[in-house]
T-cell receptor, first 113, second 113 residues
Framework: DVKVTQSSRYLVKRTGEKVFLECVQDMDHENMFWYRQDPGLGLRLIYFSYDVKMKEKGDIPEGYSVSREKKERFSLILESASTNQTSMYLC????????????FGSGTRLTVV | AQSVSQHNHHVILSEAASLELGCNYSYGGTVNLFWYVQYPGQHLQLLLKYFSGDPLVKGIKGFEAEFIKSKFSFNLRKPSVQWSDTAEYFCAVNERRDDKIIFGKGTRLHILP
């Protein structure tokens, strides 16, 4: 079964901390995406990657960075966590093209205090 | 700007009622269309998708959606809902020349037993 695994289900971090959210997929997908999900705002794209070492900004990249050193792993980095980054973070992957849509991970609920 | 609009933020129905969730998008080119569902505590999963051909597409669990190109719409329907359909539903669109999927803000569906 196809899987996207996010390393943590729940995280609590302090303001100003550097936070790493990890995502691994086992489907050999080219594309990987990070979204944040907030009530009433739906899913908003933070960053995405179409290939190893490649990254593109999404709609809300401020305060975030990403790393993709290997095809299967896409990390989201909060350089200095702030309370407005408290959210549900969703990782997704897809083959090149969207014929099959995305496969999503279970999400990481991050609380910044 | 490209956008996806879901007509209702929150819908409450009784079991056996018919369901229609509205979705409109604002893209000028050729698009792929999706509906995703997120059951309580679970990850997002694909409900159905449209790429080409018959504009009436059938998905899992008795859901269907109709693509009306002239109206830029992709409404989700189910003739008789069940309590287990309680979930949040997301309409999503991508332009064929791009692998990014843009999501609507979601509709929370609550089915009364």
């Amino acid at each position: 079964d196809v899987k996207v695994t996010q390393s943590s289900r729940y995280l609590v971090k302090r303001t100003g901390e550097k936070v790493f959210l990890e995502c691994v997929q086992d489907m050999d997908h080219e594309n990987m995406f990070w979204y944040r999900q907030d009530p009433g705002l739906g899913l908003r794209l933070i960053y995405f990657s179409y290939d190893v070492k490649m990254k593109e900004k999404g709609d809300i990249p401020e305060g975030y960075s990403v790393s993709r050193e290997k095809k299967e792993r896409f990390s989201l980095i909060l350089e200095s966590a702030s309370t407005n980054q408290t959210s549900m973070y969703l990782c997704a992957s897809s083959p090149s093209g969207t014929l099959y849509g995305y496969t999503f991970g279970s999400g990481t609920r991050l609380t910044v205090v | 700007a490209q956008s996806v609009s879901q007509h209702n933020h929150h819908v409450i129905l009784s079991e056996a009622a018919s369901l229609e969730l509205g979705c409109n998008y604002s893209y000028g080119g050729t698009v792929n269309l999706f509906w995703y569902v997120q059951y309580p505590g679970q990850h997002l999963q694909l409900l159905l998708k449209y790429f080409s051909g018959d504009p009436l597409v059938k998905g899992i669990k008795g859901f269907e959606a109709e693509f009306i190109k002239s109206k830029f719409s992709f409404n989700l329907r189910k003739p008789s809902v069940q309590w287990s359909d309680t979930a949040e539903y997301f309409c999503a669109v991508n332009e064929r020349r791009d692998d990014k999927i843009i999501f609507g803000k979601g509709t929370r569906l609550h089915i009364l037993p």
